[in-house]
């Protein structure tokens, strides 16, 4: 994510200006600062999350996985980081990174999923991989929502600018925050198979993302849920939804919760 200088904060205020943009930032401001925090405490939640995380490749075998498959997936990460590194470092900004892509391209290639809709765009490193694993699937359409970083100036230039023009074609980009950008996907959508929420982490943006997906999920459908270390919203949900399968992995030090009833038993 960018670092606040004084341009950052320039940009920050030109922002503000717009109605509909400053009506989410203060949305982010308030859940950042008293929104709900959840059952555990960050300490707890971590030990909770270290105690039972698995990591991605034993995962991914253990959901079926074939040795050509994973390899599969590490030629397309080493293939994505190349293209993606020349392309940002034409840019005078860092997007950050993607979260997990190994996980999505080989879930993608295994699911042949029709419908995916996911929550955060930034550069676009998780856009790119369900595209890419859908192409080579050869069926499937992705549906995104995202909220330009406003410290940048003339952010929405950069969403997504990792995604390959050729796939594009197969892309449904949402760029005015999840809660207009939800209702307008699922307008759009029919019955999701996979869900990937990275956008908002504060308890309440999962909180209603899960509210209007949840519904329209297919029954063997998979929800992936990025950096569930930062609240206990996954705890809480797991423990309040005892029917549902879920799994925590590791990541790169982070966390990523999977829930659906397609899920191996562990
Ligand atoms: C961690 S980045 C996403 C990274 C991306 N999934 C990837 O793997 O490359 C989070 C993104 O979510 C966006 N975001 C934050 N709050 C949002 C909201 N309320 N609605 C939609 N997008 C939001 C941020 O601006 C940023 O672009």
């Given at each position: 994510?960018?670092?606040?200088?004084?341009?950052?904060?320039?940009?920050?205020?030109?922002?503000?200006?717009?109605?509909a943009?400053?009506?989410?930032?203060?949305?982010?401001?308030?859940r950042?600062?008293?929104?709900?925090?959840?059952?555990?405490?960050?300490?707890?939640?971590?030990?909770w999350?270290?105690?039972?995380?698995?990591?991605?490749?034993?995962?991914?075998?253990r959901?079926?996985?074939?040795?050509?498959?994973?390899?599969?997936?590490?030629?397309?990460?080493?293939?994505?980081?190349?293209?993606?590194?020349?392309?940002?470092?034409?840019?005078?900004?860092?997007?950050?990174?993607?979260?997990?892509?190994?996980?999505?391209?080989?879930?993608?290639?295994?699911?042949?999923?029709?419908?995916?809709?996911?929550?955060?765009?930034?550069?676009?490193?998780?856009?790119?991989?369900?595209?890419?694993?859908?192409?080579?699937?050869?069926?499937?359409?992705?549906?995104?929502?995202?909220?330009?970083?406003?410290?940048?100036?003339?952010p929405?230039?950069?969403?997504?600018?990792?995604?390959?023009?050729?796939?594009?074609?197969?892309?449904?980009?949402?760029?005015?925050?999840?809660?207009?950008?939800?209702?307008?996907?699922?307008?759009?959508?029919?019955?999701?198979?996979?869900?990937?929420?990275?956008?908002?982490?504060?308890?309440?943006?999962?909180?209603?993302?899960?509210?209007?997906?949840?519904?329209?999920?297919?029954?063997?459908?998979?929800?992936?849920?990025?950096?569930?270390?930062?609240?206990?919203?996954?705890?809480?949900?797991?423990?309040?939804?005892?029917?549902?399968?879920?799994?925590?992995?590791?990541?790169?030090?982070?966390?990523?919760?999977?829930?659906?009833?397609?899920?191996?038993?562990?």
């Amino acid at each position: 994510m960018p670092a606040f200088s004084l341009k950052s904060w320039q940009n920050t205020l030109h922002a503000a200006l717009d109605p509909a943009k400053a009506t989410i930032m203060l949305g982010k401001i308030q859940r950042r600062f008293l929104g709900e925090k959840g059952r555990l405490d960050n300490q707890q939640n971590l030990d909770w999350l270290g105690l039972i995380a698995e990591d991605i490749p034993v995962f991914l075998t253990r959901f079926g996985a074939t040795p050509d498959l994973l390899r599969e997936t590490d030629q397309f990460c080493t293939n994505l980081k190349t293209s993606a590194d020349e392309i940002l470092s034409r840019i005078p900004h860092d997007l950050g990174g993607g979260g997990g892509v190994p996980l999505l391209y080989a879930l993608t290639r295994l699911l042949r999923p029709n419908v995916i809709v996911e929550t955060g765009v930034a550069a676009g490193f998780s856009s790119a991989t369900f595209l890419a694993a859908l192409a080579k699937n050869g069926s499937g359409k992705l549906y995104s929502s995202d909220f330009p970083y406003f410290r940048i100036e003339n952010p929405e230039q950069y969403v997504g600018i990792v995604v390959p023009a050729a796939l594009k074609q197969n892309w449904s980009l949402h760029i005015k925050g999840d809660s207009a950008n939800l209702p307008a996907i699922l307008k759009e959508c029919g019955p999701i198979d996979l869900f990937h929420y990275d956008s908002d982490k504060s308890y309440q943006g999962r909180a209603m993302a899960f509210s209007l997906i949840l519904p329209r999920m297919m029954e063997n459908g998979l929800v992936i849920m990025d950096d569930i270390q930062d609240n206990s919203f996954f705890h809480d949900w797991v423990m309040d939804h005892s029917d549902t399968p879920w799994t925590v992995l590791k990541y790169e030090g982070k966390y990523i919760g999977l829930l659906g009833k397609t899920l191996p038993a562990s």
